[in-house]
């Protein structure tokens, strides 16, 4: 008798570790995604599928931060569980702690390009520019956000509630945005009408579309409130992978529901249209259903065939992923703004341009170079992260 518990305690322990295992590689993938597409040689000459999309419409590259986002909620409620969806002076204070310190974490990164970039310009001013030039959203402090809320909710409501709230939440932004011309790219647009209300134009991301230059920013105000929606979403997906045991039937569970968000979506962006930069309600339900599918093929893979050899490359990105993340940000700034010296023709020479330089004599296609350029750095990134694995040092924000 202690024989067969023993075997259906390490037989359970097994299972464990492999979903656990497809929500890493899911994690990976995005976040290798998310510094492949953030680092191309050059944006004057972007690989196509690796731009996103210029106001309306969806590309390869418009996925991964959603997918991300996504793979948060399923975290979070792997995180929250261990806390019995209980709120408690210690869940608070972690909750406070890991918003703060991710926001630092966003500012830091633009203090750090603000100070590098002022070495080399006698006239900029690191101080003045410090707070006066600050953007104050950004990715990180988006995750900040989500996090904070979409973990509130998680506690203060059972979670047979939450798809009422999701579904609440993405009704009330879609009718937001339909009434106060959220579609459009235009000054009348009540995301940048509020962001620039709240936070001033001198601290916003400006989008550039139709060959116009807007103050809208992409992680603004107004459109991190789907994003609360989307990570509750990947939130009720984590419960899925908790309460069903059998893997088969999670796949089935995980997949049907993920195919109904993906067909709900593409119908109802006829009315809604399916918008990154304003994050809008059919856009969440298109990329939780795509990542949903996508992570009911990950268990299939990995957990029913066992085949994981081909994801050893993203587990290095998946067990470390704001580590990862935060290190492709910092290197960027760097390799595009440490100079060593100026060519014939004026121009500094950077690590950048000496390894894009490198890529264009490669091929002749400057798309291709582009391209090339964004693979290395994804390379380079995942040397670091990989050390990091082999020797299981798991650095958590």
């Given at each position: 008798m202690?024989?067969?518990?023993?075997?259906v305690?390490?037989?359970?322990?097994t299972?464990?570790s492999?979903?656990?295992l497809?929500?890493?590689i899911?994690?990976?993938?995005?976040?290798?995604g998310?510094l492949l597409?953030?680092?191309?040689?050059t944006?004057?000459?972007l690989y196509t599928p690796?731009?996103h999309a210029?106001w309306?419409?969806?590309?390869?590259?418009?996925?991964?931060?959603p997918f991300f986002?996504?793979?948060?909620?399923?975290?979070?409620y792997f995180?929250?569980?261990?806390f019995n969806?209980?709120?408690s002076g210690?869940l608070m204070?972690?909750i406070?702690?890991?918003t703060v310190?991710?926001?630092?974490?966003g500012w830091v990164?633009?203090?750090?390009?603000?100070w590098?970039r002022g070495?080399?310009n006698?006239?900029?001013?690191?101080w003045?520019?410090m707070?006066g030039?600050l953007?104050?959203?950004?990715?990180f402090?988006?995750?900040a956000?989500?996090?904070?809320?979409?973990?509130?909710?998680?506690?203060?409501?059972?979670?047979?509630?939450?798809?009422?709230?999701?579904?609440?939440i993405?009704?009330?932004y879609?009718i937001i945005?339909?009434?106060?011309h959220g579609?459009?790219?235009?000054?009348?647009?009540i995301?940048?009408?509020?962001?620039l209300?709240?936070?001033?134009?001198?601290?916003?991301?400006?989008?550039?579309a139709?060959?116009?230059?807007?103050?809208?920013?992409p992680?603004g105000?107004?459109?991190?409130l789907?994003?609360?929606?989307h990570?509750?979403?990947?939130f009720?997906?984590?419960?899925c992978l908790?309460d069903i045991?059998?893997?088969r039937e999670?796949?089935?569970?995980?997949a049907?529901w993920g195919s109904?968000?993906?067909?709900?979506g593409w119908?109802?962006?006829?009315?809604?249209?399916?918008?990154?930069?304003a994050w809008t309600?059919?856009?969440?339900?298109?990329t939780?259903?795509m990542?949903s599918?996508?992570l009911?093929m990950l268990?299939?893979?990995?957990?029913v065939?066992g085949h994981?050899?081909?994801c050893?490359?993203?587990?290095?990105?998946?067990?470390?992923p704001?580590f990862?993340?935060?290190l492709?940000?910092?290197?960027?700034?760097?390799?595009?703004?440490?100079?060593?010296?100026?060519?014939?023709e004026?121009?500094?020479?950077?690590?950048h341009?000496?390894?894009?330089?490198?890529?264009?004599?490669?091929?002749t296609?400057p798309?291709?170079?582009?391209a090339?350029y964004?693979?290395?750095?994804?390379?380079i990134?995942?040397?670091?992260g990989?050390?990091l694995?082999?020797?299981?040092i798991y650095?958590?924000?």
């Open positions: 202690a024989k067969e518990k023993t075997k305690k390490a037989i359970a322990k299972n464990n492999k979903r656990l497809a929500v890493d899911l994690r990976g993938i995005t976040i290798a998310m597409v953030n680092n191309p040689g944006w004057s000459h690796l731009g210029e309306i419409g969806l590309t390869p590259t418009d996925l991964v931060f986002m996504f793979v948060m909620g399923v975290s979070m995180s929250l569980r261990k969806f209980s709120m210690s204070l972690k406070v702690r890991r310190v991710l926001f630092l974490v990164i633009q203090w750090f390009g603000m590098l070495l080399y006698p006239e900029a001013s690191f003045a520019d707070f030039h953007r104050i959203l950004g990715v402090q988006r995750l956000l989500v996090y904070f809320f979409g973990s509130l909710i998680a506690v203060l409501f059972r979670a047979k509630f939450i798809p009422w709230i999701i579904a609440l993405l009704v009330a879609a945005l339909g009434l106060g579609y459009d790219f235009s000054l009348d647009n995301i940048s009408r509020i962001d209300a709240v936070l001033g134009e001198d601290h916003m991301y400006h989008e550039h139709f060959g116009e230059r807007l103050a809208l920013d992680e105000i107004l459109s991190t789907p994003c609360i929606a990570a509750l979403i990947g009720m997906m984590g419960k908790i045991r059998d893997n999670r796949i089935v569970q995980i049907v109904v968000m993906l067909l709900v119908l109802l962006q006829y009315g809604i249209p399916c918008c990154k930069k309600s059919t856009y969440v339900l298109i939780c259903g990542a599918c996508i009911a268990i299939y893979a990995i957990d065939k994981n050899r081909w050893r490359f993203f587990q290095s990105f998946g067990v470390n704001l990862c993340y935060l492709g940000s910092i290197l960027a700034i760097i390799f595009g703004t440490v100079r060593f010296g100026m060519d014939a004026g121009s500094p020479v950077t690590l341009s000496l390894i894009y330089d490198g890529c264009q004599a490669v091929t296609s798309e291709a170079a582009s090339l964004a693979v290395l750095f994804v390379l990134c995942w040397v670091p990989y050390f694995f082999k020797k299981k650095i958590k924000i």
